[in-house]
C-alpha cells in the first residue's frame, strides 16, 4: 500500500568479533519483519562486527569476512523487506564505517559515515575514511535518509538528506552510556527534526562491550520532536514501527512508550549489564572475590550475584591479625543476604613467613607501607590460584575515588579481569548501596530485599592493613575528596577553581599529585563498566611520566 510503511527496528545485542552469530541474529530478525509484514529491517551501527571494534577493523582479514557475511545476508534474505545492517566497507586503501542496504539479492546502497568521532572513547579518524555525504535512497513508496550516529549530531548531514528528496531519517546507532546522555541524545535529535521537518528514527544497540554498555532506548520521532514511539534501555526489544503519508508529508504512528528509569537505576543496571557481557563473550561463566566485610566488596558481590546468579559467585574472607571480627562477621552476614558461597584463607601464616625472608634486608627499617601491601598481595596470590584452578574469573572492587588517588595495592588488591565500580566515586558507592537494599528488577538475579546491611553502609572505611586504620588517616572526608577529584578529573578544572569551592589549598595539591603519581597503577589496572563521560582508560589519557602540577 503506497501510503504506509512499516520499518522493522532491531535493538540488539552483537559481539564483537562473532560475525557469523550477528549476521545469524540479523537474518533472525529479518524473518519475524518479514513474518510481520515490514518493508524494511533496521539493525543498529557496525552491527556486523559488534561495537566498537577498535584496531581490530584495520585487520583486512577482518573487514573481508564482514563483507562476506554481508553480501551473503543479501543473498539470503532476497525474498523479502529490504535489510539495513552496520558494517565496515573497504575501496581500495580506504576503509569507511558504513550502513549497507540490502534488497532483492543486491547490496543496494552503501552510506558512508561522514562525521567521524574522535572524542572520549571514540578514535574514528584514526580508524576511517570520511565519507562523503550519501544521499537517501529509495525502500517501497519511501525515501530513507541515513545519517549514521555522529552524523545526526549535526545540522548538515541531516539537512542535505532532507534537500536532496528524504522523507524520513534513519539513523543507526552505537552510542554507548554516561549518566545523562539520553537527554542529549534527544535534545539533538529533535533539532534534527525541527530543521528538516522529517520523522525521524533513533535506533540505538544495547549490551556491553569491554567497558562500554550501549543502552538502547531508541525512539521515533515525528516531525517537529514530536515524540511517537520509545524503547526500552538495556533490552533487547523488536519493534514494528508505522509511518503512514498525509498531505503534508510522512508520520509515525504512535507506538509504544517505555518509561526510563532513574539515574541510579540506571548506573546500576549498566554495572551488571557490563559485567554479565564481559562474562558471557569472553566465556567466563563464574567469579570471584574477596569479601572484606566493607562496603566496595559488598556491593560488587551483590552486583555479581545480580548479573551471574548466586550459584555462580565465589566470595572469599582473607583475613590477616588486623581484620576485626567485626569485619568477618559483616562479610558472612553480606554472604547469607546474597546466598554465595563463602570460603576462607588465613593470611596470617604466609604475612609472618614472608615477614621472616626478607627479615634480613629489612633488618633497621621500621614496618611501613612495605608490610602492609605484602597483605594485599598475598590476598591477590590466593585469589588468583582460585582463578586459575577454578577458572572463576577474579573481580577487583576499587571504586573511582581509590582509583584516582592510588589507594589500593598493585599486585595486590587491584588483581583481577574486570572492576563493575571502577568509574563510581566512594559517596555514590554508599547511595548505591542503599538503593540496590530499596530496589529489586527483574533483570536482577539476586535475591530481593536488603542484600548489603545497613551496619555495612554506616561504619567508616577502613583497609585493615594495620591496628586500628581509617582511610582518613591518610585521605579527608570522602564528600571532600570526590568533590575535589570530581573537579579535577571530570571536569579539568584548575587549582584555584577547585580551592574557591572552599577546600584546604595543601589537600588540594596533594589530591592533584596523588592522581598524577598513580597513572601508572591505572594503566596497568583492570577494565571496569564506564558511568561517566570521564572514565579512566579511554576517555582520560594521561602520560604515566608527567612531572607538571598546576602553579595556581
Known amino acids: 500500500m503506497a501510503d504506509r510503511f512499516r520499518l522493522t527496528l532491531a535493538q540488539l545485542n552483537p559481539t564483537v568479533g562473532d560475525l557469523s552469530g550477528n549476521a545469524a541474529l540479523a537474518r533472525d530478525v529479518w524473518e519475524q519483519g518479514r513474518a510481520a509484514g515490514a518493508q524494511m529491517v533496521a539493525l543498529p551501527e557496525m552491527f556486523i562486527t559488534g561495537y566498537q571494534v ?79 555525504i550519501s544521499g537517501p535512497y529509495t525502500v ?49 535529535m529533535v533539532a534534527r527534526t525541527v530543521e528538516t521537518g522529517l520523522p525521524l528514527v533513533y535506533l540505538n544497540m544495547v549490551g556491553a562491550q569491554d567497558d562500554q554498555t550501549f543502552d538502547g532506548a531508541s525512539f521515533v520521532l515525528n516531525p517537529h520532536g514530536t515524540l511517537a514511539a520509545s524503547l526500552p534501555a538495556f533490552d533487547e526489544v523488536i519493534h514494528h514501527q508505522d509511518f503512514e503519508r498525509g498531505e503534508d508529508g510522512w508520520h509515525a504512528v504512535e507506538g509504544p512508550r517505555a518509561v526510563h528509569p532513574d539515574e541510579w537505576e540506571q548506573d546500576y543496571r549498566v554495572m551488571v549489564t557490563a559485567l554479565r557481557d ?46 576485626s571480627q567485626a569485619s568477618l562477621d559483616d562479610a558472612t552476614e553480606v554472604a547469607r543476604l546474597l546466598g554465595v558461597k563463602l570460603d576462607r584463607i588465613d593470611i596470617e601464616g604466609p604475612r ?55 589507594y589500593a595495592t598493585i599486585y595486590g588488591d587491584m588483581s583481577g579481569g574486570y572492576n563493575p565500580i571502577k568509574d563510581m566515586y566512594k559517596t555514590r558507592v554508599f547511595q548505591t548501596c542503599r538503593w540496590r537494599n530499596d530496589n529489586h528488577r527483574d533483570w536482577m538475579m539476586g535475591p530481593k530485599g536488603t ?24 585521605l579527608p572526608p570522602y564528600e571532600v575528596l570526590d568533590d575535589i577529584l570530581e573537579q579535577l578529573i571530570d571536569f579539568e578544572a584548575s587549582v584555584p577553581e577547585v580551592v574557591g569551592r572552599g577546600h584546604d589549598p595543601e589537600m588540594v595539591k596533594k589530591v592533584e599529585h596523588l592522581i598524577y603519581i598513580s ?24 602520560p604515566i611520566v608527567n612531572r607538571w602540577r598546576d602553579p595556581g
Not at 559488598?298 to 591479625?321: H, Q, T, W, Y
Not at 615477614?355 to 602492609?372: K, M, Q, S, V, W
Not at 594503566?523 to 589519557?541: H, M, V
Open 140 to 188: 517501497g513508496p519511501l525515501r530513507v535518509g541515513t545519517p549514521i550516529c555522529e552524523d545526526a549530531w549535526h545540522p548538515d548531514v541531516a539537512e542535505a538528506l532532507q534537500e536532496s528528496g528524504a522523507e524520513i531519517l534513519l539513523v543507526p546507532n552505537g552510542s554507548p552510556y554516561y549518566r545523562g546522555k539520553f537527554d542529549r541524545r534527544v535534545a539533538h
Open 278 to 323: 564481559y562474562c558471557r563473550k569472553t566465556g567466563f561463566g563464574q567469579v570471584l572475590l574477596g569479601l572484606s566485610g566493607g562496603i566496595d566488596s559488598a556491593v560488587v558481590a551483590a552486583i555479581a550475584v545480580d548479573a551471574l546468579g548466586p550459584a555462580n559467585v565465589r566470595c572469599v574472607m582473607l583475613p590477616s591479625e588486623y581484620t
Open 54 to 132: 577498535q584496531d581490530l577493523v584495520l585487520k583486512p582479514a577482518f573487514v573481508n569476512h564482514a563483507t562476506d557475511l554481508i553480501e551473503a545476508l543479501a543473498r539470503d534474505c532476497a525474498d523479502g523487506p529490504a535489510l539495513g545492517i552496520g558494517g565496515p566497507y573497504a575501496y581500495g586503501d580506504r576503509l569507511y564505517n558504513a550502513y549497507w542496504v540490502l534488497e532483492g539479492g543486491a547490496v543496494k546502497a552503501r552510506i558512508l559515515k561522514h562525521k567521524l568521532p574522535n572524542e572520549t572513547v571514540f578514535d574514528e579518524k584514526r580508524l576511517y575514511d570520511e565519507g562523503p
Open 519 to 542: 597513572e601508572y597503577k591505572r594503566f596497568q589496572s583492570a577494565p571496569g563498566a564506564r558511568l561517566t563521560p570521564r572514565a579512566f582508560w579511554l576517555d582520560r589519557r594521561y
Open 352 to 406: 609472618a613467613a614472608v615477614t621472616e625472608a626478607l627479615a634480613h634486608l629489612f633488618e633497621g627499617r621500621d614496618p611501613d607501607l612495605t608490610e602492609e601491601n605484602i597483605q594485599s598481595r598475598l590476598r591477590g596470590l590466593s585469589l588468583m590460584a582460585l582463578s586459575n584452578k577454578f577458572g572463576e574469573m577474579l573481580l577487583t572492587t576499587g571504586n573511582k575515588s581509590e582509583v584516582a588517588v592510588g
Open 451 to 474: 542484600v548489603i546491611p545497613p551496619r555495612v553502609i554506616d561504619k567508616p572505611p577502613t583497609a585493615e592493613l594495620r591496628a586500628d586504620q581509617k582511610d582518613e588517616d591518610s
